[in-house]
Antibody
Framework: EVQLVESGGGLVQPGRSLKLSCAASGFTFSNYYMAWVRQAPKKGLEWVATISTSGSRTYYPDSVKGRFTISRDNAKSSLYLQMNSLKSEDTATYYC???????????WGQGTLVTVSS | DVVMTQTPVSLSVSLGGQVSISCRSSQSLVHNNGNTYLSWYLQKPGQSPQLLIYKVSNRFSGISDRFSGSGSGTDFTLKISRVEPDDLGVYYCGQGTQYPDTFGAGTKLELK
């Protein structure tokens, strides 16, 4: 059974940093692109980052480019999201997702809530 | 960026009924490789989104054949037949044809 378990969320002040983690199991982690997708309270879905199987290629939308960094450790079957210079608009539940066929999100974690507030 | 427009915003249905949700993209979703990367997701209350349909009309593993996707180019439809209580929630379409991936604003399916 595919499982994705996020951790690391919490309350953080504007301008500070936070690092999210996602532990994957039930599949060969190194064979799949992975991604982060977020959802602001009572809002829709927003893609945040994608990483290739080896980690050599990463992709971001303009809203987080230069502030967020996605990375992975295939030996540990883990995905990470380093978030710097956080803003109030980054407040959201962050989901780890397995990206199948390079182009759709087949499995999602339960999410971890990040609240950016002073 | 590709803008995804879903209609209606909300939908009321009786159990056992049928509904359709429309999703329109601001640009063609046909990829250079000939595939169309349009997906549908359901987010049940208090849960994470789950994949229902990928590449327009392919049902994901374990998804009932009551769910069907169709469309091409810029116009897509999700149909749900014989609606059950477990189908209630918010439905999102999403495109993965070009970066950034984008999603529709969602359609809330409620019981009449």
């Amino acid at each position: 059974e595919v499982q994705l378990v996020e951790s690391g969320g919490g309350l953080v002040q504007p301008g500070r940093s936070l690092k999210l983690s996602c532990a994957a199991s039930g599949f060969t982690f190194s064979n799949y692109y992975m991604a982060w997708v977020r959802q602001a309270p009572k809002k829709g879905l927003e893609w945040v980052a994608t990483i290739s199987t080896s980690g050599s290629r990463t992709y971001y939308p303009d809203s987080v480019k230069g502030r967020f960094t996605i990375s992975r450790d295939n030996a540990k079957s883990s995905l990470y999201l380093q978030m710097n210079s956080l803003k109030s608009e980054d407040t959201a539940t962050y989901y780890c997702a397995r990206r199948d066929g390079y182009n759709w999100f087949a499995y999602w974690g339960q999410g971890t809530l990040v609240t950016v507030s002073s | 960026d590709v803008v995804m427009t879903q209609t209606p915003v909300s939908l009321s249905v009786s159990l056992g009924g049928q509904v359709s949700i429309s999703c329109r993209s601001s640009q063609s979703l046909v990829h250079n490789n000939g595939n169309t990367y349009l997906s549908w997701y359901l987010q049940k209350p208090g849960q994470s989104p789950q994949l229902l349909i990928y590449k327009v009309s392919n049902r994901f593993s374990g998804i009932s054949d009551r769910f069907s996707g169709s469309g091409s180019g810029t116009d897509f439809t999700l149909k749900i037949s014989r609606v059950e209580p477990d189908d209630l929630g918010v439905y999102y379409c999403g495109q993965g044809t070009q970066y950034p991936d984008t999603f529709g604003a969602g359609t809330k399916l409620e019981l009449k």
